[in-house]
């Protein structure tokens, strides 16, 4: 049994991350911090968390997350760097915001306007390289983990394999997102309030200046060996979670899905579905599932593949679980399932 403590615990992704650490079998929870939230307690917070309900959360000090094995990091991008150096080397660290993702340290002062803090093992598993291995083989035994974008996630999973085959131009490639309001995190935002986000849809980061952008261009190069060039806009509806992605690009040549098929045989949380059919939110709610369907465009020479997963399981606190299981040497399903909740 590993120990663990979450950092930021009060947030969406921290309360996801309590609920699979409490279905876990091999992982006790020993600490929850927060920062503003401090000496609340988590049911106030997050009441469906029934083991949970009487625990409080604890300051964020190197006191508190020095007693675990395991600390997950899920505080706000370019915060987390300064927590991870509190740290053991002998702890394994989990960062669910962006500070250890990128490689290039010009990108990151782009779209961040902060030092670069160097970059940890990037927990995608499912990421099909140029050679045709996956990510999965670096997570083994690793010691610090940098959890994907939950959009970047859609978009990558989605694409990665047709550019791997040379199925796609790789300079016109559009995804268009629609996203839960629980992507963008917990602090209230004027934009987010329930009287401007029900009974509407709103475009944000347009125009590439969306921080997702390089993760996903980093991301599809890997898959690719080549440059490539995305433009992704998100979309904020009236959900409170999940992403659905439609992602398009030029078709090059080659069968699309026999290309995802290909790439995703035997994978346990990346399923593509039949001819003719396409994905919903809904049916990924609460499970570490990617739901893919794909498509050719035949009139517009395009490929066309929608992907849906939930932002809080699969695109963040799943995908940190389903990380750790692997540098543990767990089976990779350990605390985590395929299965949805009803909407």
Excluded at 210 to 232: C, M, Y
Aim: aromatic fraction near 4%; glycine fraction near 10%.
């Amino acid at each position: 049994m590993k120990t663990v403590a979450i950092a930021g615990a009060s947030g969406y992704v921290g309360g996801e991350l309590l609920r699979l650490v409490a279905e876990h079998p091999e992982l006790k929870l020993v600490a929850a911090t927060a920062n503003s939230n401090a000496g609340a307690t988590v049911g106030s917070l997050h009441p469906h968390l029934g083991d949970f309900t009487d625990l409080v959360f604890l300051e964020t000090t190197p006191a508190n997350l020095a007693k675990a094995d395991i600390v997950f990091l899920a505080l706000p991008h370019t915060t987390s760097a300064e927590v991870a150096s509190w740290l053991s080397a002998d702890q394994i660290v989990l960062d669910c915001g962006a500070d250890f993702r990128l490689e290039s340290a010009e990108q990151w002062v782009k779209f961040y306007g902060t030092e670069h803090q160097g970059t940890w093992t990037y927990g995608m598993p499912e990421l099909v390289h140029s050679d045709g291995s996956k990510q999965r083989e670096l997570l083994k035994n690793a010691k610090r983990i940098a959890v994907p974008g939950c959009n970047v996630t859609a978009i990558t999973l989605a694409l990665a394999p047709l550019a791997q085959a040379g199925v796609i131009e790789l300079d016109d490639i559009v995804s268009v997102l629609s996203v839960g309001t629980s992507g963008a995190g917990r602090t209230l935002k004027a934009n987010l309030l329930a009287s401007e986000v029900s009974g509407s849809a709103n475009a944000y980061g347009v125009g590439g200046v969306h921080r997702h952008t390089p993760e996903i261009e980093q991301n599809l190069a890997k898959a690719s060996g080549s440059e490539v060039k995305v433009s992704f806009t998100p979309v904020l509806v009236p959900m409170s979670r999940g992403i659905l992605a439609v992602n398009t690009a030029t078709l090059k040549a080659g069968d699309a899905r026999k290309a995802l098929e290909a790439a995703y045989v035997g994978e346990k949380f990346v399923k593509v579905l039949p001819d003719g059919e396409y994905p919903s939110t809904s049916s990924t709610l609460g499970a570490n599932t990617c739901l893919i369907g794909v498509t050719v465009d035949a009139h517009a020479n395009r490929v066309v593949v929608v992907s849906a997963i939930d932002n809080l399981v699969k695109g963040t606190a799943g995908a940190a679980i389903q990380s750790l299981n692997i540098a543990l040497g767990l089976p990779e399903d350990a605390g985590l399932t395929v299965n949805g909740v009803a909407p």
